[in-house]
C-alpha cells in the first residue's frame, strides 16, 4: 500500500514541477508583452498565428535552426531526414512569416 502512496506522490510533484515551469515561462513571456508597443504587439500576434499553420516538424527545425542555432545537417540527424528536407521544411515554414 505504501509504495502506491509514494508512486502517485511522486506523480503529483512530478504534475506540479511541471505546471510551474509552464507558469513561469508563461508569466515571463506575458510580461514581456505588456511592454511591446502597438506594432511589436500587432507582429507577435502574427507570430502566434503563423506558428499555429506550422507541422510538428516545421516547429521543431523553426525553433532548433533559429533558437539554437543547429545546422540543417545536426538537425537532420536528431529528426532522422536528410539535409535537404530539413532545409526545405524550414523553407516552407518560412512561408508562414513572410506575410507578417
Request: contains cysteine; charged residues 25%.
Amino acid at each position: 500500500m505504501e509504495q502506491g502512496y509514494n508512486e502517485e506522490a511522486a506523480e503529483q510533484v512530478e504534475k506540479a514541477i511541471k505546471n510551474l515551469n509552464v507558469w513561469k515561462n508563461c508569466v515571463e513571456y506575458l510580461y514581456e508583452r505588456d511592454n511591446y508597443d502597438k506594432d511589436e504587439l500587432k507582429f507577435a500576434v502574427a507570430t502566434e498565428k503563423g506558428w499555429l499553420q506550422l507541422t510538428d516538424l516545421q516547429k521543431d527545425i523553426m525553433f532548433f535552426h533559429v533558437i539554437q542555432g543547429f545546422s540543417f545537417t545536426l538537425i537532420a540527424d536528431i529528426k532522422g531526414i536528410s539535409p535537404q528536407a530539413a532545409n526545405q521544411a524550414f523553407h516552407r515554414a518560412c512561408k508562414h512569416f513572410q506575410t507578417i
